[in-house]
């Protein structure tokens, strides 16, 4: 199977780029790498640096791998307002 993982550098993202590996699937992720981490990503995976707000882009990405199934895992996250609601 064809997958797209958005965020796909992220901690979360790269274990499931792993998983999907070891299933046999071809995997390209998404990631504008500003908390992801290209290291975190097993070999095999094709990564595109870019955020996923540039639509073009995604678009044009989509129309290119044409996956079979995108997981979207790419989120901002807002730790400092997290923190002061836990606080």
């Not at 792993?18 to 095999?44: H, K, N, T, W, Y």
Request: hydrophobic share 45%; aromatic share 4%.
């Amino acid at each position: 199977m064809r997958v797209l993982v958005t965020g796909g550098a992220g901690f979360i993202g790269s274990h499931l780029c792993d998983a999907f590996l070891a299933r046999g699937d071809q995997v390209c992720a998404i990631d504008d790498l500003s908390r992801g981490r290209p290291g975190r990503l097993p070999e095999g995976v094709e990564l595109y640096r870019d955020s996923v707000l540039n639509a073009p882009r995604l678009s044009a990405l989509v129309a290119q791998a044409r996956p079979e199934l995108i997981c979207h895992l790419a989120a901002r996250g807002r730790r400092a307002g997290l923190c002061r609601l836990l606080g």
